[in-house]
Structures are given as structure tokens and as C-alpha cells.
């Protein structure tokens, strides 16, 4: 079983910058795929990144590229997520995900291990 706790989450105001952490209790993080979701109040969960075990290559959702910078440290266990130039539409809870194995994955159920969540709040 992997523990997924996501921190960093806060309110910020529109065009301000947020720092998501992802940490996990696992001793083998760095065989682990990594995504970050998010879900904003009755809207399905979508993706917003991912990276592949090696952090050699990563994924972005069209509406965050470019503002959004996913990346991790397996030294450390942890993964990030960078967000700038945010926008009242990123509100939402962002979670980040595991999978065992290779691989780059953008879909929810690709995932096998959740965090909490983590509110992120951008106001206008």
C-alpha cells in the first residue's frame, strides 16, 4: 500500500503562484508513474500532469501548459507541482496519484493509489 499526502494548497488571489508538494511513505517512489488531478465542485475529476517514474518525461492538460510545472525528487521521495499566472478556473481540490510500473498516464483510472486532496483557491 502506498500513502499519498498532498500539501501547499491554500487561497490565493488570480495570477498568484502555488507550490503543491506530494509526499509518500514508499521507499520505492522511484517506480512509481505520478499524476496530479484535480476536482473542482460538480465537475468530474480531471488531469492536470504527470511524469514518468524516472521524471525524464512529462504531461500537461492544454489548459495549464505553459503556467503549470510538474516535477519530482526520488531522492526525497516527492513530487510537485508548480503552478503560476492561476486563474479563478484552477480552483479545485488537486490530488496526486501512483502507479507501479513505466509510463506515462493521463487518465484517473490508469491510477491505483490516491492522496486526500489538497483545496487550491484562486479568487478573482
Known amino acids: 500500500q502506498v500513502r499519498l499526502v498532498e500539501s501547499g494548497g491554500r487561497l490565493v488571489q488570480a495570477g498568484g503562484s502555488l507550490r503543491l508538494s506530494c509526499t509518500t511513505s514508499?521507499?520505492?517512489?522511484?517506480?512509481?508513474?505520478m499524476g496530479w488531478f484535480r476536482q473542482a465542485p460538480g465537475k468530474e475529476r480531471e488531469f492536470v500532469a504527470s511524469?514518468?517514474?524516472?521524471?525524464?518525461?512529462?504531461n500537461y492538460a492544454d489548459s495549464v501548459k505553459g503556467r503549470f510545472t510538474i516535477s519530482r525528487d526520488n531522492a526525497k521521495n516527492m513530487m510537485s507541482l508548480q503552478m503560476n499566472s492561476l486563474k479563478p478556473e484552477d480552483t479545485a481540490v488537486y490530488y496526486c496519484?501512483?502507479?507501479?510500473?513505466?509510463?506515462?498516464?493521463?487518465?484517473?483510472?490508469?491510477?491505483?493509489?490516491w492522496g486526500q486532496g489538497t483545496q487550491v483557491t484562486v479568487s478573482s
Open positions: 496519484a501512483a502507479r507501479y510500473g513505466g509510463g506515462i498516464f493521463a487518465r484517473p483510472n490508469d491510477y491505483n493509489y
Open positions: 514508499t521507499r520505492t517512489f522511484s517506480n512509481y508513474a
Open positions: 511524469i514518468t517514474w524516472t521524471g525524464g518525461s512529462t
